[in-house]
């Protein structure tokens, strides 16, 4: 009953990152992986920002870390810093890690919310090491030693996503995966289960498999368009439905952070890599035109343009089900939520793990899709909530767009969320979903949701010596940011600076 044969529909970056965990999770078994795609159908390959699990994914596979960074250009994440989301003019970086320690079992922001009603004018940003090496332009491979202040912050990737995919695909191939040129132009289905017994090739191969893995963008061609699986609507919570892509040459310090501005009918992201900037614009296509939003973003660049505008539609939501019948949805053709958090690729990988923990037999057990399906459901509605926070967690009145917002009826889920945050600072923690408390934090307080009170353990230190453990924490955390290397030079003492686009840090 084993499984034997694996068909995965489309490569790109979910694609490739499929066939690369399950070509090495299963090597050695009797499993033929045969991935299909067609260089005559583009690829979205705008993803360029990462977040701090995908390292764990590259490790997991045995892959360099220098290899892989010089391989696609990539620069290190420490965070995401957010512009004008609150207000215009306002400021915050979304870091990947703690907000200082924890002291008898109490987050450190509780007592920064004590010491600001006692008159405390720090920023939680300068407790935070992750930020201030963001800040500055540094960065240092974190400590494995809990104890040390250089322990408490994380890291990811910004890298050219079709160059991630080009990597993967030679360890997949390296591992026994066959990829077959084609366009998949007929599906069969058995007439009994409904299952899908093979897909038929534009150049008349039939491909026969056990399962199939659809990674074939915004179209589902197994998982829609075949089996017409359903998709469910998120449009009324986050109506972007559009955006414009294009590359730009690098201008300033090569800085180890993304940034999202947000404006009138939209945000605009920008992404620095070695040897470019990727930028875009996401917007909403009720508040401006395709044409407005392209000479936008074209006269927002930093430098000169190096392509030309890559447009995308979109419509936000997710699949009813991630795993029918014998096909799994990974990427794109599962849901999609608009990169505003660097998860395009984490949805990818959470795919990938739960389809590993999860792994049918030839019977497919349908609590094991349920299962599959209750996960998936639960991580894209975690992430939806979190980037809907984003847009209503505003006191802006300057456009039609956020006025909207700040009229929305939330779900009950980010709802309670909120509520809860705004009594006493209390984030309620999940089982499943990818943003943990200091996140929420994060995007909480810098969008000026201040809450009315504090955790009242807070106030069991006395004054004096609150204020001296907190002025300790702030001198350790620059201390260990000013002695971190500069980003770029970083970049070069590991090896991972590219051999065909040198650091344009200075240019």
Known sequence: MQIERICILGGGTAGWMTAAALSHKFKGLPISIRLIESDEIGIVGVGEATLPHIRNFNSALNISEPALMKATEATIKLGIEFRDWGRIGDRYIHPFGDFGPNVNGVPFYQFWLRLRELGDKSRLDDYSLGVMLAEMGRFMSPATDPS??????????????????????KYSEDNGVVRTEGKVVEAKQNAASGFIESVKL???????????????????????????????????????DRAVAIPCETRGPLMPLTRATARAAG??????LQHRVGNGYVYCSDYISDDEATQFILDNLEGPALASPNKLRFKTGRRRLSWNKNVVAIGLSSGFLEPLESTSIHLIQEGITELIQ??????????????????????????????LLH???????????????????LPESLQEKIDAWMTRGYIIKYEFGVFLPPSWIAVMLGQNLRPRGYDPRADAAPREILERNAAAILQAVRVAAQNAPDHAAYIRQIGAASDTAPLVANA
Not at 361 to 387: C, H, I, P, T
Request: aromatic share 18%; glycine share 4%; net charge negative.
């Open 267 to 272: 945000w605009q992201w920008r992404i620095p």
């Open 358 to 387: 999860l792994f049918p037999d030839k019977g497919f057990a349908q609590s094991d899709a349920d299962e599959y399906n209750r996960r998936m459901a639960l991580n894209y509605e975690r992430v939806r909530d979190f980037l």
């Open 202 to 240: 534009d150049r008349g191969e039939s491909i026969e498999a056990d399962l199939f893995v659809d990674c074939s963008g915004f179209r589902g061609l197994l998982i829609e368009q075949q089996l017409k699986t359903g998709y469910e609507d998120w449009s009324q919570w986050l109506p972007c």
């Open 391 to 409: 847009y209503v967690a505003n006191q802006r009145d300057d456009s039609p767009l956020w006025s909207h917002f700040r009229n929305l009826t």
């Open 148 to 169: 040390r202040v250089e322990s408490t912050f994380r890291y990811a990737y910004q890298f050219d996503a079709t160059r991630y995919a080009r990597f993967l695909r």
